[in-house]
């Protein structure tokens, strides 16, 4: 594994099982975020991976907004969806140094 990889892993694992509410084993977040480190990884590093991958996703987000408009019931789950991404985002600009 390369260290851009050991990055996009990092990041991925803690959009995915990270955060405040961690409704699943933190331990798997943890592990990846070691395993990066452990390469040479600063956390500033994945967690500006994990912001760009959260910005990614909340595009792709406002764009299937935007193909659902004709079915309420998409549309209503995006909503939601895009309103978790946003807080996500907001919360990882919050771990950013100041």
Do not use: S, W
């Amino acid at each position: 594994m390369t260290k851009t990889e050991a990055i996009a892993a990092a990041a991925r694992e803690v959009l995915a099982h990270g955060g405040p509410d961690c409704l699943t084993d933190r331990n798997i977040a943890l592990r990846a975020v070691d395993n990066a480190m452990a390469m040479g990884v600063t956390e500033d590093e994945i967690l500006a991976a994990a912001i760009a991958a959260a910005e990614g996703r909340l595009t792709q987000l406002q764009h299937a907004f935007i193909d659902e408009a004709h079915d309420r019931g998409k549309r209503h789950t995006l909503a939601h969806q895009i309103r978790k991404t946003r807080d996500e985002i907001a919360r990882l600009y919050e771990l950013l140094p100041a």
